[in-house]
């Protein structure tokens, strides 16, 4: 079954890049959300049936990890699993983004084949 | 000192090779403050921590039009928000490839969140001391530059 897709990026071309490149990796997906920073991801998983999550760490207003932290503590969506598409990659950053619960981490930039091998096993 | 500039011409290449799809030559970094690029927009993103200073995106009107147009797939007439974001992006993403390198060599950098600014030959300026090149960038949609200004501590 098609999996419904959030995708988290203070940059509108990073979301289009990258829902571009889900399409490109051959990607079974359904619907794709978007949302410009972590608190209109907490919106949107809200209301609608999310099945992945796809965030940047560095946004304004609440950033990834903020998101992460927050989603946890929420019944209805802490178990909707989150990669994180970023710039940052060192071992600290994602290392505490894994603590919050997230199950994967993608860097910036990326080509499709990496997002396939990536993302491909949750899809 | 590690190879800064060599970082930033490497992490320019490697955002270009694999989500832009433009083939771009750099030239060898400019040092002095006639760095010859015409630059009609600058996305700017600060950087903090054991290296402290600014990268800048510096891109003429066409190639700020090509790159975006070349990484969203589609023709871009004008400068608009989906150019500033695109520049902001790439300058984020360079920041980044620059601070996983220097990682390599235990200097910790931490990454705000890039400005894009419109204006002719926008350039950064900070305090003396503070070490500044260009990286010149030829590509087919126009040239362009990557300046970095920064203290090593």
């Known amino acids: 079954m098609a999996k419904n897709v959030l995708l988290v990026d203070d940059s509108s071309t990073m979301r289009k890049i990258v829902s571009r490149s889900l399409r490109q990796a051959g990607l079974d997906f359904g619907d794709i959300f978007e949302a410009g920073d972590g608190l209109e991801a907490l919106d949107v998983l809200e209301k609608e049936a999310v099945d992945i999550v796809l965030s940047d760490i560095n946004m304004p207003n609440m950033n990834g990890i903020e998101f992460l932290r927050e989603k946890s503590g929420r019944d209805g969506i802490k178990d909707i699993p989150v990669f994180m598409i970023s710039t940052e990659t060192g071992d600290d950053i994602i290392g505490e983004a894994k603590s919050l619960g997230a199950v994967g981490a993608l860097k910036k930039p990326f080509t499709p084949d990496k997002v396939n091998e990536v993302l491909g096993p949750f899809m | ?153």
């Open chain 2, 1 to 153: 000192m590690p190879p800064i500039e060599r970082y930033i011409t490497e992490a320019t290449l490697e955002v270009f090779a694999t989500m832009i799809f433009i083939d771009i030559i750099p030239g060898e970094p400019l040092k002095g403050q006639n760095d010859g690029i015409d630059s009609n927009l600058t996305s700017m993103i600060g950087l903090a921590g054991d290296l402290q200073g600014v990268l800048a995106v510096h891109c003429p009107e066409t190639a700020a039009l090509g790159i975006t147009g070349a990484m969203l797939g589609m023709d871009v007439a004008a400068i608009d928000d989906d150019v500033r974001d695109a520049i902001g992006e790439i300058a984020n993403m360079i920041a980044g490839g620059l601070k996983v390198a220097l990682a390599e060599s235990d200097i910790a950098t931490e990454l705000a969140i890039p400005t894009t600014v419109l204006g002719k030959a926008v350039r950064t300026s900070g305090q003396a001391g503070v070490f500044r090149f260009i990286v010149p960038f030829a590509s087919p949609v126009g040239d362009f530059g990557i300046e970095l200004q920064y203290v090593l501590h």
